[in-house]
């Protein structure tokens, strides 16, 4: 695959940035690997015409995928088994989600269920963001005692340039 090819849309659902940022660093780890790609939150996607291959995260809140991911899984349910999907959900505030197998790891079971249902290649769980200034409830109270960034930058491009290698593997 090159960058000339129709791009894999990495789309996301995020409340607070972290899952975003996330999405952000996976689109960069592909076209790090020669393989276009476009990041956009979930609820801006219209159509998926153009986009050879989707990667789809949201965050975890309270044991639920984000809305923005639920949404999009059911609008775009046909041309989502039509291509490569690959799904993640980020939000533990620990390390469980880099030493666990992702369905060991509470809360997770919205992923695993659109991942079976998609028929998506894989999903991954990878740990989650608070910052200590979080606002509302309950996030505010989470933060005075689950404050931090417990996202593996390493783990989740490695998870990317995976996709990729099965991307050009799948082209040729």
Known sequence: MTMKEDPVLVAYGSKRGGTAEIAEWIAAALRSEHVAAESKSADEIHSLDGYCAVVLGGALYAGRWHGQ???????????????????????????????????????????????????????????????????????????????????????????AADIATQLTYQTR
């Open 69 to 159: 991911a639920r949404r999009f899984t059911r609008r775009f349910t046909r041309q989502l088994r039509e291509r490569p999907v690959w799904l993640f959900g980020s939000g533990p505030l620990d390390d469980s989600a880099d030493l666990s197998d992702p369905r060991k790891v509470p809360g997770t079971n919205g992923v695993r269920k659109a991942a079976e249902r998609l028929g998506a290649r894989e999903y991954a769980i990878f740990g989650g963001r608070l910052t200590p200034d979080a606002r509302g409830f309950p996030a505010s109270a989470m933060a005075k005692t689950h404050a931090g960034d417990f996202r593996n930058k390493e783990r989740i491009t490695a998870w």
